[in-house]
């Protein structure tokens, strides 16, 4: 199925990398590129209803075929690409027959994707690989999951003897940002639910993910001269990291798997006089995720009574839940998926995500919408890679969703 990889590798040729401060929407002007072009080749391969809208967002609409009512499937993925690594002047790298060695991304910089470090590589052995060349991340995460859907549409037009209802397609920007849902109009989309095609390995099937909310951290401080700065200065950069030192050690990303939550401390800058923190707060559980919270409050009152002041203020917000407890009620629509895997010869692997998906947020807002595989690993760096028969797979995943949904 070479189209899907021929589409993947055009996709990530456009920078599309959003900007987690932004005060737009999109958060970067530079992902409506990749979506005009999408909105462009929906209308090519013969998608009926595509609308670009204000927002960015791109819908479109498969008719259905089968002569009966059936529900109103949607597959939706993100092009926007992560704010943390170069999206810019990405150089695909195509790798046939993998020999499960060490792969050299960049030789001038001695940057190597090895199997060592990266064992997940030697489940790949034999297999067409898509990496970075060492400089940028690929962006499997997500633009494999809108190749794939795109080569999906593209089959069911081109072969109408596969039978299935309406199905609707959606493309949004900024989810990396935890922002990629604020406008979408799900009642206007019109789908019953829907399956996000934004997850890693083949073979996974997601309903569950984090709860998650960002923290800021500002630390007042009082600078003057070191030379009499006793009982005097207060430097805010030493109490941000006293701060940082009262959050659990052993709570941190590089610490936890599974359903252990976190904090994450995502950047710090600032001077004696102030500093600022910025963190995200993640769990699966409620009540852990609730205690999270608070403890991060209860580490700023501690220092403000060390201090005996206010130097210490923390922002919360919340960004997304847990969309389990949405799905659940409808646990027809899992299985449609568990039939799907079973039908292209997959074991659904039924994981929970350690991160979100713009299906968190649709979930919630009424569009019960789990997640199904990419393909993509090491996502968000330059040790990014997808393979290809991962991605046939997922395209062959959406094909048999589409015509399993119509008897249900």
């Not at 590798?9 to 737009?24: G, K, M, N, P």
């Not at 046939?392 to 119509?406: Q, R, S, W």
């Amino acid at each position: 199925m070479p189209e899907v990889l021929d589409r993947f590798i055009r996709y990530v040729q456009i920078d599309t990398q959003s900007a987690r401060d932004s005060e737009t929407y999109p958060s970067t002007t530079k992902q409506l590129d990749l979506l005009r072009l999408l909105a462009e080749e929906l209308k090519q391969i013969g998608m009926q209803d595509v609308r670009m809208d204000r927002f960015g967002y791109v819908t479109a609409t498969l008719p259905a075929n089968n002569g009966k009512a059936s529900p109103v499937v949607g597959f939706l993925a993100h092009v926007d690409t992560s704010p943390d690594a170069s999206g810019a002047n990405v150089n695909p790298r195509v790798i046939e027959h993998y020999d499960g060695g060490e792969i050299v991304l960049n030789a001038e910089e001695n940057i190597r994707l090895s199997p060592e470090r990266f064992p997940d590589l030697r489940k790949y052995v034999g297999q067409t690989l898509v990496t970075t060349d060492g400089t940028t991340l690929l962006g499997a995460d997500d633009k494999a999951g809108v190749a794939e859907i795109m080569t999906a549409m593209a089959t069911l037009i081109a072969h109408p003897e596969i039978p299935h209802g309406t199905i609707k397609v959606a493309f949004t920007p900024d989810e990396e940002v935890g922002r990629g849902v604020d406008y979408f109009d799900v009642e206007t989309f019109g789908a019953n639910f829907a399956f996000t095609v934004d997850g890693g390995e083949v073979g996974e099937l997601e309903y569950e993910t984090f709860n998650a909310a960002s923290a800021k951290v500002l630390v007042h401080g009082r600078n003057v001269h070191p030379g009499t700065a006793k009982g005097i200065m207060l430097n805010a950069i030493l109490i941000g990291m006293e701060y940082n030192d009262l959050l659990p050690v052993f709570e941190r990303p590089e610490f936890t798997e599974g359903y252990e939550g976190f904090y994450h401390l995502m950047g710090m800058e600032g001077t004696v006089e102030a500093a600022q923190l910025e963190y995200i707060i993640r769990d699966h559980n409620d009540e852990r995720f609730a205690q999270k919270k608070a403890l991060m409050q209860a580490a700023a009152d501690f220092l403000n009574q060390r201090y005996g002041e206010t130097v210490v203020e923390v922002e919360i917000k919340d960004q997304y839940y847990n969309m389990r407890k949405m799905i659940e009620p409808h646990p027809e629509i899992i299985e449609v998926a568990k039939a799907a895997y079973a039908a292209v010869g997959l074991e659904p692997h039924i994981i929970a995500v350690r991160g979100g998906t713009d299906g968190s947020r649709l979930s919630y807002m009424g569009l019960p919408t789990p997640n199904i595989f990419a393909g993509g690993h090491a996502m968000h760096g330059r040790y990014e890679f997808v393979p290809l028969e991962s991605m046939e797979k997922a395209v062959e995943v959406i094909l048999k969703i589409a015509e399993l949904a119509t008897a249900n």
